[in-house]
């Protein structure tokens, strides 16, 4: 597939420099992943439309920081609520279900998938389904991981077709 966003067509001419070093201050180092096509054309995944606008992919990854810190949501959780959006979006990165939950992380598990589907105001069923479960600081936790995780995606989507981090057919459709 052609890229959609090459980087020789980026409006900032710094936009893989911005790109790589964001990602090496948030992973300490390179990043444990490829980010970059082989040719160098292109960035991988979310980061080919990011580089597309600088002011606000520097702002995106203050964000993700903030999202996969160590405070915001238990680590366990967080992983469970993405594997819900992941069960809900055609995303190639992860494809399976988690088996012998505790409540609150069948919960988390639950609001990852409730949460990527969401159109309008969450029910009063599941709210208070969810407060019984975990404390209202680890929803919001939750509510802001799906959210950053979503966003990964739909910029994801945008860059097109990939599936080459996954040999497997695309999930069958949630109901």
Known sequence: MTPRFPIDEAPDSAAKQTMED???????GAPPFQ???DDGRSLI???APLCYTPDVAKQFFEVAKSVYGPTLVKARNRELAVLGLCSVLDVPYIDY???DLNDEEAM???LGRILTQL???????TWQEAIS??????IVGII????GYRWVALLDFANGEDRRWSSLPPPPAHS
């Open 97 to 99: 279900l988690p088996r």
């Open 22 to 28: 964001a990602l090496t201050k948030m992973h300490g």
């Open 35 to 37: 980010w970059i096509e």
């Open 119 to 125: 159109t309008g105001p969450l029910d009063d069923a």
């Open 133 to 138: 479960k975990m404390e209202k600081t680890e």
């Open 144 to 147: 802001h991981t799906v959210a």
């Open 108 to 110: 988390a598990y639950r």
């Open 45 to 47: 995944g979310c980061y």
